[in-house]
């Protein structure tokens, strides 16, 4: 089946699924290539296959190399066990599953084959169209789009699960689109995540050397009392040739005073520690 059709199946099959982002009425036709919200806006699936809910641009850096890059990354492995840890999260039933911030897809993808025979209902979005462009070639049975995390184009309670790797969070938004019950995984950098990489391109004493997650963690606790916080932590061989791809799938090597790396920095460049926590929480 054509990209297109796979997507305009989903949406025909899950149009309760989706509400308005201009006026936040559902949407409740489906007529050729567009979805129609009760007051009559229409959005269309784009070239690509997908749909696109942003009213306006995208705000992002992300390009299609970046994305490119990190799939070949995460294809190899370099976040499986954060994959694995998610999925243990995840309540072992059917579930409406949406993930934040999809970029390219990858995590989704084997978040999926972790969890074959459960015939989830899997959304992905990200605001970066060169990410959702990548993530809808995937082989899988999943929705992606372009949408803004502020602003999710869902209705209320539609999903039994919000998963998030690396992305910004908006609580309310996250609690609004979650079913009562329904569980919030959000998983964040600790302070040695790709640590080697970070003393390769930065000086000890600059901002980027390490990461302090603990504003971050303080705000999850602030609106998720009785969240459990999970630490994930392994150091990852990186395949041959792809040490390039990983000093470019990280927004850390354009950052100021970022160093370029030499080929032999890069051809020394073994292994790379993987430091993660897992913040997890229950609607109530
Ligand atoms: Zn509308």
Same mark, same amino acid.
């Given at each position: 089946m054509k990209k297109i059709e796979k997507q305009r199946q989903f949406v025909s099959q899950h149009l309760d699924l989706f509400r308005c982002p201009?006026?936040?009425?559902?949407?409740?036709e489906l007529q050729g290539n567009s979805i129609i919200c009760s007051q009559g806006h229409r959005i269309d699936f784009n070239k690509h296959g997908y749909l696109h809910f942003l009213n306006g641009a995208a705000d992002t850096e992300y390009g299609r190399e970046m994305f490119l890059a990190r799939r070949q990354l995460l294809t190899a492995g370099l976040f499986k066990p954060i994959v694995k840890a998610v999925a243990a999260a995840l309540p072992n039933r059917p579930l409406r599953i949406l993930d934040v911030?999809?970029? %390219?897809?990858t995590p989704l993808y084997q978040l999926a084959a972790l969890r074959p025979d459960l015939d989830d209902c899997l959304v992905g979005f990200d605001i970066s169209k060169a990410g959702v462009t990548l993530a809808t070639q995937?082989?899988?049975?999943a929705f992606f789009c372009v949408a803004d995390l502020r602003q999710l184009p869902f209705n209320d309670h539609s999903f039994d699960a919000v998963v998030e790797l690396f992305s910004p969070s908006d609580y309310a938004e996250f609690n609004r689109v979650l079913a009562p019950g329904g569980t919030l995984v959000k998983v964040i950098p600790n302070a040695d995540y790709l640590g080697e990489l970070r003393h390769l391109l930065y000086d000890? %004493?600059?901002?980027?050397a390490s990461y302090d997650n603990s504003r971050v963690k303080e705000l999850f606790a602030k609106h998720y009392p009785n969240c459990q916080t999970q630490r994930v932590r392994y150091r990852f061989a990186i395949p041959d040739g792809l040490q390039s791809a990983l000093v470019e799938m990280t927004p850390l090597h354009w950052g100021r005073g970022a160093k370029k790396l030499t080929p032999e920095e890069l051809a020394a460049f073994r292994e790379v520690t993987v430091d993660v926590s897992l913040l997890i929480a229950k609607k109530i």
């Amino acid at each position: 089946m054509k990209k297109i059709e796979k997507q305009r199946q989903f949406v025909s099959q899950h149009l309760d699924l989706f509400r308005c982002p201009t006026c936040h009425e559902s949407f409740t036709e489906l007529q050729g290539n567009s979805i129609i919200c009760s007051q009559g806006h229409r959005i269309d699936f784009n070239k690509h296959g997908y749909l696109h809910f942003l009213n306006g641009a995208a705000d992002t850096e992300y390009g299609r190399e970046m994305f490119l890059a990190r799939r070949q990354l995460l294809t190899a492995g370099l976040f499986k066990p954060i994959v694995k840890a998610v999925a243990a999260a995840l309540p072992n039933r059917p579930l409406r599953i949406l993930d934040v911030g999809t970029g %390219e897809g990858t995590p989704l993808y084997q978040l999926a084959a972790l969890r074959p025979d459960l015939d989830d209902c899997l959304v992905g979005f990200d605001i970066s169209k060169a990410g959702v462009t990548l993530a809808t070639q995937l082989a899988m049975d999943a929705f992606f789009c372009v949408a803004d995390l502020r602003q999710l184009p869902f209705n209320d309670h539609s999903f039994d699960a919000v998963v998030e790797l690396f992305s910004p969070s908006d609580y309310a938004e996250f609690n609004r689109v979650l079913a009562p019950g329904g569980t919030l995984v959000k998983v964040i950098p600790n302070a040695d995540y790709l640590g080697e990489l970070r003393h390769l391109l930065y000086d000890d %004493e600059d901002q980027h050397a390490s990461y302090d997650n603990s504003r971050v963690k303080e705000l999850f606790a602030k609106h998720y009392p009785n969240c459990q916080t999970q630490r994930v932590r392994y150091r990852f061989a990186i395949p041959d040739g792809l040490q390039s791809a990983l000093v470019e799938m990280t927004p850390l090597h354009w950052g100021r005073g970022a160093k370029k790396l030499t080929p032999e920095e890069l051809a020394a460049f073994r292994e790379v520690t993987v430091d993660v926590s897992l913040l997890i929480a229950k609607k109530i």
